[in-house]
Each structure stands twice: as structure tokens, then as C-alpha cells.
């Protein structure tokens, strides 16, 4: 199989697309398939070049706000693209999981991984994909959306709570707000990733992830992040940021519950081949669904290939199975 591999790009998430781009890339060669490394804003990389990206690793926070200086997708991409049989998207936030790149695709005729662009575009929007979850009567925590327009002093404020930007991922730009008079510092950080900033109830106690891949629930794991209280950006990617369980050391009857929610949330957003749903559990055992990734990070040990793993199914079989999906339909 000729595979295209998408990474990198503009996001404040590129650091986190290259990681999962070097092991993918990895394993679909030692499986025996072609794989070239394409950037999504400069086109595709020499040899030499994607080795020295592949290099890199993910820094200790994410870059500073500031606008890109080119464009978020090459202008030739499509025409260096055409001929592959799958386009592997190893890309995360920004033009990689809002749509933006999907539709591109979706316009050539390419097949790719991931979610189609309408239900990445949703999974992206918080609130959107928040106000779907709420019709399909999935628990979510409590929330309001501040526009650019919005005055703080009318927001009801009942503490804590999680200010983030509306569209972003990898808790960039998040805050955990206990007191309201904290509560401008953390829209104001919240606003320089992104014009809506999302204010949601804190909902303290355990988190936990699903993975889903080909509409089945793979093994539930429990993200442990001690001396501090959220999964943060450094908790994710920094090491012993976080102890992370697969599969979660937890009742049955929990399990199946998690389970069943992960697959309902992922058919409520309209998810393509895979996701991974994020959970946190109150003190009192209630289940609340946060959100939906449609492009989770893959590197051998992130969470949704991790999740794999406990199901039974080894990386390299996990990213060729995401490949062949994405051939098939």
C-alpha cells in the first residue's frame, strides 16, 4: 500500500503531529507499505528532510500564540498527493482536525484517516460538539461560550471551572479557575489561542479515556496525574507527567458503562474509522463525557493506541487497520 503521510503543519499541536508521524511512519514500513512524509504547509519532504523531523521531540510547552507566517495547507498538496491509495493524517488541532484538510481531500477524491470534515469540524467546535452530546442525552459538564463580545461580569460564576479555547486541543491555552477573580487572566490566555473561549464546570474525581476504532470500544484506561489536578499539556507529554492504566482497574458494570458511552458519543458526533473519548467521574460516581478527539495522538504510547493495545491489537496492526479502513470506504 502507497500511503501519504500528513504532518506538521501550523498548529500549536505540531510538535505533538510529528511524534505520532515518526512511530506511524515506522511501523507501516516495517510492515512492508511505501510511506511518504508530506508537511501540510510546505508539501512533500525529502528523505533527508523527514529524517531530521522525525527527529524531534515534543516540547516541554506548546509554542507561543502567534500567526503563522505561511499559509495552513501548501497550495500543490493535492497534486503531490494524487496516486497514493490512503492519506494517513498524523496531524493534530489548528488545519489538521477542524475540517480544513478533510475537505481538501474530500474535494480530490483522496481517501484518508479519521473523522469527514463536517464531524471534524464539529468534534472541534467544543460547544457544537457539547450541544450534540446533550442531544443524544450523554452527560457533559455545564457550559457557557464567550464570544469576543461577551462581558465577564454577566457570566454566573460557581467555581471551579475550565476556561479553554473553543477550538483547540492538547489542553493548550487551558486553565483550571477556582476563584472568579482569576477568571480574566484565564480568558484572556484562553482568547490568544482562540476568539471563543468555552467556561465548563470542573467536575472533580477520576478521568478516564475509550478508545473506538471501526465502531467497537476498545479497553478503558484511567489517566492519573499525581500532585496535579487536570491532564494538562506538560501531564501529557512530558515524562511521569501522568500514570496512565490500561486497561482501568474498575467494576465491570463501570467499564461496560464507559464503553457504551464512548461508542454513543463517537455516533453522535458522526466519527469516522476511530476516536478517543474523554471521561471524568465525580465523587459520587456520575459520568460526564468531555469531548471527542477524531485525530488522537499516535505514538506507541499514547492513549488511543494504548487502548488498542489492551483490546489486543499491537501498533503496527493498529495504524494498518486505520489505513485499510480509510481505503475501504
Not at 508530506?38 to 527527529?55: H, T, Y
Not at 472541534?124 to 461580569?153: F, Q, Y
Not at 466519527?271 to 485525530?295: H, K, P, Q
Request: charged content about 25%.
Amino acid at each position: 500500500m502507497r500511503v501519504a503521510l500528513l504532518l506538521g503543519g501550523v498548529s500549536a499541536e505540531r510538535d505533538v503531529s510529528v511524534a505520532s508521524a515518526a512511530q506511524v511512519m515506522s511501523a507501516l514500513r516495517a510492515l512492508g507499505h511505501r510511506v511518504d512524509a508530506f508537511d501540510i504547509a510546505k508539501g512533500r519532504l525529502s528523505p533527508a528532510d523527514a529524517e531530521r523531523v522525525m527527529r524531534a521531540k515534543v516540547a516541554p510547552a506548546p509554542p507561543d500564540p502567534v500567526r503563522p507566517p505561511t499559509a495552513a495547507v501548501a497550495p500543490r498538496l493535492v497534486e503531490e498527493l494524487l496516486g497514493v491509495d490512503v492519506v494517513f493524517l498524523a496531524l493534530h488541532g489548528g488545519a489538521g482536525e477542524d475540517g480544513v484538510v478533510q475537505a481538501i481531500l474530500d474535494s480530490a477524491g483522496l481517501p484518508y484517516t479519521g473523522s469527514g470534515h463536517l464531524a471534524s469540524a464539529m468534534a472541534m467546535d467544543k460547544d457544537i460538539a457539547k450541544r450534540l452530546l446533550c442531544t443524544s442525552g450523554i452527560p457533559t459538564p455545564e457550559w457557557v461560550l464567550l464570544r469576543p463580545d461577551t462581558d465577564l461580569d454577566d457570566i454566573p460564576f460557581d467555581g471551579p471551572v475550565i476556561v479553554k479555547p473553543n477550538a483547540q486541543g492538547s489542553s493548550i491555552g487551558l486553565t483550571l479557575v477556582k476563584g472568579r477573580e482569576d477568571l480574566s487572566d484565564a480568558v484572556q490566555a484562553a482568547r490568544m489561542r482562540d476568539a471563543d473561549v468555552l467556561v465548563e464546570r470542573f467536575v472533580p474525581g477520576r478521568e478516564f479515556v475509550v478508545g473506538v476504532l471501526d465502531g467497537t470500544p476498545l479497553a478503558v484506561g484511567e489517566i492519573r496525574t499525581e500532585g496535579r489536578e487536570i491532564f494538562d499539556y506538560e501531564a501529557k507529554y512530558q515524562v511521569g507527567g501522568a500514570e496512565e492504566i490500561f486497561p482501568a482497574d474498575i467494576p465491570a458494570a463501570m467499564d461496560e458503562e464507559l464503553r457504551a458511552l464512548a461508542v454513543r458519543a463517537h455516533q453522535s458526533l458522526r466519527l469516522g474509522a476511530y476516536s478517543r473519548v474523554d471521561f471524568r467521574m465525580d465523587e459520587n460516581g456520575g459520568i460526564w463525557c468531555l469531548e471527542a478527539n477524531t485525530l488522537p495522538g499516535m505514538t506507541a504510547t499514547s492513549l488511543f493506541p494504548q487502548s488498542a493495545q489492551a483490546a489486543g491489537i499491537a501498533f503496527p496492526e493498529l495504524c494498518e487497520r486505520i489505513c485499510r479502513l480509510a481505503a475501504r470506504s
